[in-house]
């Protein structure tokens, strides 16, 4: 028996935040926050379905939704029972559609469309099992969650073995930091002052209301005008204080050189990362940001598939630069952003996940890895 998939529902949602330029960045500067939304419908006797979701910043939303619809057929028929009783297996059959996947390989529209069904059958499971998400995955045993994970890419980097021994490493203090997370929240941090198109005035007001809702810290979308980016900067800096953290993100915007160059510009707001500053393919390049500036350099909302990391894997640090994601591309839901929307992201889930169960504290990812030393803008 089980509870049977008996068909998904696909929705083209759009909202227009380009009108009030909320979500704003320097590659995309007049976003419309969209989804390409899905419900897996079922027969449970409750009508329990599945929700799921991808991000889109608007024209083109519906690539996604056809996408989804030519998709559905993996999923459309089965048991969820079926599904989560090899996950591996699940994820394989919707990235390794014979004919489909000519159209990524694991990347782009079809990728978009895959990590919609994948959030789906994650929340109909969750459901199913009476837990929020990240309690499900919490209460994985290690072996079982490894075996969620697509190793055909990474075991060279990264063994199922040693992802094992990874999260049962952290096994003993997991309780307690369950508690914990449970008592004191969990750290995550907001963009919602820092949208490329605000103007002065906002990004202080909105600075100081997501203080005053408790967040130490906070994102600056950069890339523009290297003289606004500074000014905008020291803007945020002033208004946040010291101690508190500032990130910046420039969305794919910069060359190599010119992040170099211009995240020295941006040295003495001290950034406590740059998101995105090259290209999301330029394993090398990110490499290379990384080593000679004084913040972290990262990807932010591109997820790198797991053959693309090839070129940097085996050199030191490449791993670290992926900033861990790598090992969650394959078969554990994302949702790609809440944005200025207040959608409730499936990143929260993942967040306290790999916050309880990999890195064994909660502030994964709001905590960057060591800097170099800050190095001062140039002269002239
Ligand atoms: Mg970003």
Known sequence: MGTKILRAVARDIRFPTSRSLDGSDAMNPDPDYSAAYVVLETDHPDG?????????????????????????????????????????????????????RWLGPEKGVVHLATAALVNAVWDLYAKLEKKPLWKLLADMSPEQLVACIDFRYIEDALTPQEATHLLRRQLPGRAKR??????????????????????????????????????????????????????????????????????????????????????????????????????PDDVLGHLRIREVQAAAAGW?????????LSPGRRQRGARRAADGREVWRAGVPACRRGGPLRVRPAPGDLRLHRGQRVAGEPDLRVRRPPARALRPPREG
């Open 48 to 100: 329990l379905a599945g929700h799921g979701l991808t991000f889109t910043v608007g024209r083109g939303n519906e690539l996604c939704v056809a996408a989804v619809e030519l998709l559905a057929p993996h999923i459309v028929g089965r048991t969820l029972e079926d599904l989560t009783h090899d996950l591996r297996g699940f994820w394989r059959s919707l990235v390794a559609d014979t004919q489909l």
């Open 178 to 279: 369950e508690q914990e997370m449970l008592r004191d929240g969990f750290p995550a941090y907001t963009t919602s002052a820092g949208w490329i198109g605000y103007s002065d005035e906002k990004i202080t007001k909105l600075a100081h209301e997501a203080m005053a809702e408790g967040f130490t810290q906070l994102k600056l979308k950069v890339g523009g005008d290297p003289a606004s980016d500074l000014r905008r900067a020291r803007i945020l800096r002033e208004a946040i204080g010291p101690d508190r953290q500032l990130m910046v993100d420039a969305n794919q915007v910069w060359g190599v050189d010119e992040a170099i160059e211009a995240m020295r510009a941006l040295a003495e707001v001290n950034p406590w990362w740059i998101e995105e500053p090259t290209s």
């Open 300 to 308: 932010g909302d591109r997820l790198l598939p797991g053959g693309q």
